[in-house]
């Protein structure tokens, strides 16, 4: 039985409200160990590893994002930001057994010091079925506005 598109969405719907609420650790947990977490400068590029990226964020790589955001160590990000995700649009461009790729909306409502931001991105996700269930394996936040990422990098899109 291929992966249905309802269980996709909670999959990525509990990570946005993980990441609103700054359950960091849990928002961890929803990954695969050997997934990427990319944001391209280019929206329109998809060679990744041969493009400079925002984000292009290993295991290794996140939970260092994590320990920054937590620690207080990451000046772009303190004080830290709060946040509310909203996606819509959720698409399955593909789905089999063991894995799918679907595409969304998302539309990040960002408080930082008194200031409201807002970013639009198309963010494609490739999911897997694992022993622990689905996990995330892939994440690709195109930003409506590229420079937008220059702000916003500094914690989890």
């Known amino acids: 039985m291929t992966i249905p598109l309802d269980e996709a969405m909670a999959l990525i719907t509990l990570e946005a409200d993980l990441l609103d609420h700054g359950a960091y650790h849990e928002w961890l947990a929803l990954y695969t160990p050997e997934a990427k977490y990319i944001v391209p400068i280019?929206?329109?590029?998809?060679?990744?590893?041969?493009?400079l990226n925002y984000a292009y964020d290993d295991a290794a790589m996140r939970r260092k994002r994590v320990e920054r955001l937590l620690g207080g160590r990451s000046i772009s990000a303190a004080p830290p930001a709060r946040t509310v995700r909203l996606l819509g649009r959720g698409r399955m461009l593909d789905s089999g057994t063991e894995s799918c790729t679907l595409r969304c909306a998302q539309v990040l409502k960002e408080l930082r010091q008194h200031r409201v931001h807002d970013y639009a991105a198309?963010?494609?996700?490739?999911?897997?079925r694992t022993p622990k269930?689905?996990?995330?394996?892939r994440k690709v936040i195109r930003l409506l506005e590229a420079t937008?990422?220059?702000?916003?990098?500094?914690?989890i899109l």
């Open 133 to 137: 269930g689905l996990k995330i394996d």
């Open 122 to 128: 198309h963010v494609t996700y490739r999911l897997a």
């Open 42 to 51: 280019d929206p329109d590029q998809d060679d990744f590893e041969a493009t």
């Open 148 to 155: 937008e990422a220059l702000t916003a990098v500094s914690y």
